[in-house]
Structures are given as C-alpha cells and as structure tokens.
C-alpha cells in the first residue's frame, strides 16, 4: 500500500526557509511513472500546486513561487522534500505531498497524497 | 482566482443526483485529462476520477466523470451523507506550465 508521510517544523518565523520532507513507502521514488509533488491548502481555500519532481531530478515549479522554491529528491531514503524561502503569513497552509501519475511525460493526476501538515508562518 | 470554475456549493437530498461543473479553456481541460478528487472535512484530498471519466479502484460507481470541450462534470448518484465533502477538479495547463485546480465545491446532502 502506497503511503506519503510529511515531516517538518509546524511553525516557521516570517523571513525564514520552510523545510519539508515527503518519506514514501509501498512504493519506488525511482519509478519511471510518476512525479512527487507538493500542494498547499491555506485555511479554509483551495488547493495551490507548488511544483513536482522527477526521480532523475528534473524539477517544475508554479511560475508564481519559481523565484522562492526547491523541490529534491533522495533516492537512496526514498523521499523527496521542499523548501520554501522568504517566507510570510501568506505562507500559512496545510503542504501536502503526492505522487503525480504520469504519461508520455505529462502530469495525469495525483493518485496518492499524505495526510498534510498545517505550516504556520508566525514571529 | 482559479483558472478553473466551479459552483461553490450544491446541495440534494439523500438518494438523489448532484453534478459539478468545472469549466476551462482550450489551454487545459480542451487538451488535457480531467481529476476530481474529495476532500472530507479535515482529511487529505482522495482521488475520484481520472482521465476525464475512469474510476480507480474501490471508488463506487455512483461517481462519474465527463468532459465536452473546455468543461468537465463530476455526477455523484444515490447520494449519501458521508458524501460531503469539497470536490476540486484539476488538470495540466499547458500554456502556465502548471498543475492547476477548480476552486472547489462543497456538496452538502440536505
């Protein structure tokens, strides 16, 4: 059974680096067939893409945090994580990881998501 | 503003039918595969359809999926008070380069 686990701080002070790390399990990160990526949720909004990766390391990011985002993977722990700088209360959202299915190279949709952690962007 | 337009909410009473429509542009659902997914109150969102119309596994087949050009519907039959939940479309768009998503709907069942 295919499992994605976020981990990291709960509460990032404004002007920092918010750092997350997706661990999977049930499944290969290496596999050829899918992405990993992250999603946030501010409170009570919709869902925001924030970029994917591939096993071979090639990265996609949302155009609109492209300047502040870093998404790599660790193949050999089999995880994949995030990183977030200059953050602000803006910020604040429920990050989510997934696996992005997908073929002929184009995203087709996200198969499997962890449970979410709340970030709080707060002095 | 999301790219993609949904209803912010429907509503129907138990056993009857419900549709969300999401609706886009050529630059992604006219050319790209449509996903729903539910999100339950406090849960992570859970996928219900893929390309356009397929169920995964274990997903009941009271939901279902269509697209006609640049709008996508998810149709949700017999419905049941563990049905509600927000829906989001999503899709790839292929001009932004980005996965992007409705607004999302929330069903209440009445």
């Known amino acids: 059974q295919v499992q994605l686990q976020e981990s990291g701080p709960g509460l990032v002070k404004p002007s920092d680096t918010l750092s997350l790390s997706c661990t999977v399990s049930?499944?290969?990160?290496?596999?050829?067939?899918?992405?990993w990526g992250w999603i946030r949720q501010p409170p009570g909004k919709g869902l925001e893409w924030i970029g994917s990766?591939?096993?071979?390391?090639?990265?996609y990011y949302n155009p609109s945090l492209k300047s502040r985002v870093t998404i790599s993977v660790d193949t050999s722990k089999n995880q994949f994580s995030l990183n977030l700088s200059s953050v602000t209360a803006a910020d604040t959202a429920v990050y989510y990881c997934?696996?992005?299915?997908?073929?002929?190279?184009?995203?087709?949709?996200?198969?499997?998501w962890g449970q979410g952690t709340l970030v709080t962007v707060s002095p | 503003q999301s790219v993609l337009t949904q209803p912010p909410s429907v509503s129907a009473a138990p056993g009857q039918k419900v549709t969300i429509s999401c609706s886009g542009s050529?630059?992604?659902?006219?050319?790209?595969?449509v996903s729903w997914y539910q999100q339950l109150p406090g849960t992570a969102p859970k996928l219900l359809i893929y390309?356009?119309?397929k169920r995964p596994s274990g997903i009941p087949d009271r939901f279902s999926g269509s697209k006609s050009g640049t709008s996508a519907t998810l149709g949700i039959t017999g419905l049941q008070t563990g049905d509600e939940a927000d829906y989001y479309c999503?899709?790839?768009?292929?001009?932004?380069?980005?996965?992007?998503f409705g607004g999302g709907t929330k069903v209440t069942v009445l």
């Open positions: 997934a696996r992005i299915w997908r073929d002929s190279g184009w995203p087709i949709c996200l198969d499997y």
């Open positions: 049930g499944a290969s990160i290496s596999s050829s067939s899918y992405y």
């Open positions: 990766i591939y096993h071979s390391g090639n990265t």
């Open positions: 050529s630059s992604n659902i006219g050319n790209n595969y």
């Open positions: 390309e356009d119309n």
């Open positions: 999503g899709t790839w768009d292929s001009s932004l380069s980005v996965v992007i």
